[in-house]
């Protein structure tokens, strides 16, 4: 026969379980740790005393007023700088560790009017030799700002390189810098005007004591089929049907590793170089007769993905401060549920049997 205590069966009250837990602490002042942990180790958080349990109470306040002296911050851990004993798994040099996507406004040098002050997104690393545990990341940013305020070239990227390839005490060093670079570009013929925006990068990398400058632009336009189009206009011609060729957003990745000494390649040397190439870039203002326009100037230079790497490769070779480059087009079809790709890579900078995974799947931009 089961017995139940109707006590015991309800839920407690707040001032019984105050009671209660008054008569745990009143108990525990004579008690000995074995008691209380014999007991139950979870009384330990609830009778709070530091001399019978060692768990100390420590504070919740932040100590605004704390200020940290050198003999304090020479005290601080620093694992990162740790003996090579700490190193986990192989002891193998890494060849790139630091930091991704840390951004602060930069100020760039343009062609043709002032510079502009852009949002930047820079990457840095270094390389991490076979006997060190690793590196304070935070150097890198500290060297950046040290030249944030000025207006950036590849000759301030390299000083920004040298300073924390020194302080890090490493070999290879790479910066990237990513930002959104703006060109107000002229409708085709209504005379409006808007601002057009590239995605640009600028790289520098050092490795066993070489460098190498390299500039990466996104050009987005317009591919028109150039089988679709002549299928259009056999239906109509044979049976008066008609009919419209698929063209598609497509983006061409170019990117071009600069001669040494050479002249100042800007980014907007590059940019007309690739309309030179692909005149159907995408527009910013349109009106009707923009809108015509374009439909005729996509006539007039219909292409396949094939067609598209070799024409930028074209435009690229006659360029004396361009050395190796790499092309990645992208047609992103709307014939299709699949884009078409191609790769076209000229010298051995960018060559490579293997390609991210997901390489062509970053080609894709929205308006």
Not at 14 to 37: M, V
Not at 256 to 268: H, M, Q, R, S, Y
Not at 315 to 344: N, T, Y
């Given at each position: 026969?089961?017995?139940?205590?109707?006590?015991?069966?309800?839920?407690?009250?707040?001032?019984?379980?105050?009671?209660?837990?008054?008569?745990?602490?009143?108990?525990?002042?004579?008690?000995?740790?074995?008691?209380?942990?014999?007991?139950?180790?979870?009384?330990?958080?609830?009778?709070?005393?530091?001399?019978?349990?060692?768990?100390?109470?420590?504070?919740?306040?932040?100590?605004?007023?704390?200020?940290?002296?050198?003999?304090?911050r020479r005290g601080l851990p620093d694992?990162?700088?740790?003996?090579?004993?700490?190193?986990?798994?192989?002891?193998?040099?890494?060849?790139?560790?630091?930091?991704?996507?840390?951004?602060?406004?930069?100020?760039?040098?343009?062609?043709?009017?002032?510079?502009?002050?852009?949002?930047t997104s820079v990457t840095g690393t270094?390389?991490?030799?076979?006997?060190?545990?690793?590196?304070?990341?935070?150097?890198?940013?500290?060297?950046?700002?040290?030249?944030?305020?000025?207006?950036?070239?590849?000759?301030?990227?390299?000083?920004?390189?040298?300073?924390?390839?020194?302080?890090?005490?490493?070999?290879?060093?790479?910066?990237?810098?990513?930002?959104?670079?703006?060109?107000?570009?002229?409708?085709?013929?209504?005379?409006?005007?808007?601002?057009?925006?590239?995605?640009?990068?600028?790289?520098?990398?050092?490795?066993?004591?070489?460098?190498?400058?390299?500039?990466?632009?996104?050009?987005?336009?317009?591919?028109?089929?150039?089988?679709?189009?002549?299928?259009?206009?056999?239906?109509?011609?044979?049976?008066?049907?008609?009919?419209?060729?698929?063209?598609?957003?497509?983006?061409?990745?170019?990117?071009?590793?600069?001669?040494?000494?050479?002249?100042?390649?800007?980014?907007?040397?590059?940019?007309?170089?690739?309309?030179?190439?692909?005149?159907?870039?995408?527009?910013?203002?349109?009106?009707?007769?923009?809108?015509?326009?374009?439909?005729?100037?996509?006539?007039?230079?219909?292409?396949?993905?094939?067609?598209?790497?070799?024409?930028?490769?074209?435009?690229?070779?006659?360029?004396?401060?361009?050395?190796?480059?790499?092309?990645?087009?992208?047609?992103?079809?709307?014939?299709?549920?699949?884009?078409?790709?191609?790769?076209?890579?000229?010298?051995?900078?960018?060559?490579?049997?293997?390609?991210?995974?997901?390489?062509?799947?970053?080609?894709?931009?929205?308006?």
């Amino acid at each position: 026969m089961n017995v139940h205590n109707p006590v015991l069966d309800r839920t407690p009250a707040q001032d019984e379980a105050e009671e209660a837990l008054h008569l745990l602490r009143t108990w525990a002042k004579t008690a000995t740790p074995e008691d209380i942990t014999g007991l139950d180790p979870a009384l330990a958080r609830l009778i709070q005393d530091d001399n019978k349990i060692g768990y100390p109470s420590f504070s919740r306040d932040y100590p605004a007023d704390f200020t940290v002296d050198p003999d304090y911050r020479r005290g601080l851990p620093d694992l990162q700088n740790g003996p090579s004993s700490l190193i986990l798994g192989a002891r193998q040099q890494i060849q790139h560790v630091g930091i991704s996507n840390f951004r602060l406004p930069i100020r760039f040098h343009r062609r043709d009017s002032d510079d502009l002050t852009l949002e930047t997104s820079v990457t840095g690393t270094v390389s991490l030799e076979a006997e060190k545990k690793g590196i304070n990341m935070s150097r890198i940013m500290r060297s950046f700002y040290v030249h944030s305020e000025r207006t950036f070239s590849f000759e301030v990227i390299e000083a920004v390189l040298d300073d924390y390839k020194a302080d890090l005490e490493s070999l290879d060093a790479r910066i990237q810098m990513r930002f959104s670079f703006p060109v107000k570009l002229d409708s085709l013929r209504s005379g409006l005007s808007g601002y057009q925006y590239y995605d640009i990068a600028l790289e520098l990398i050092e490795s066993g004591g070489v460098r190498q400058k390299i500039m990466h632009l996104d050009y987005v336009y317009s591919s028109t089929c150039p089988c679709s189009l002549e299928l259009s206009e056999h239906a109509r011609e044979t049976r008066g049907q008609l009919a419209t060729p698929h063209s598609q957003r497509s983006v061409a990745r170019v990117s071009v590793a600069l001669e040494p000494g050479g002249t100042c390649l800007w980014f907007e040397d590059l940019i007309e170089a690739c309309r030179r190439a692909v005149p159907t870039e995408t527009q910013v203002m349109v009106k009707r007769e923009d809108e015509q326009a374009f439909a005729e100037l996509n006539a007039a230079h219909p292409i396949f993905v094939e067609d598209a790497a070799r024409l930028f490769c074209e435009q690229l070779q006659k360029d004396p401060r361009i050395g190796d480059f790499r092309i990645i087009a992208s047609h992103q079809e709307s014939l299709h549920s699949h884009d078409a790709v191609s790769m076209l890579v000229h010298g051995e900078t960018f060559d490579s049997g293997s390609i991210d995974p997901k390489l062509f799947s970053t080609l894709f931009h929205v308006g």
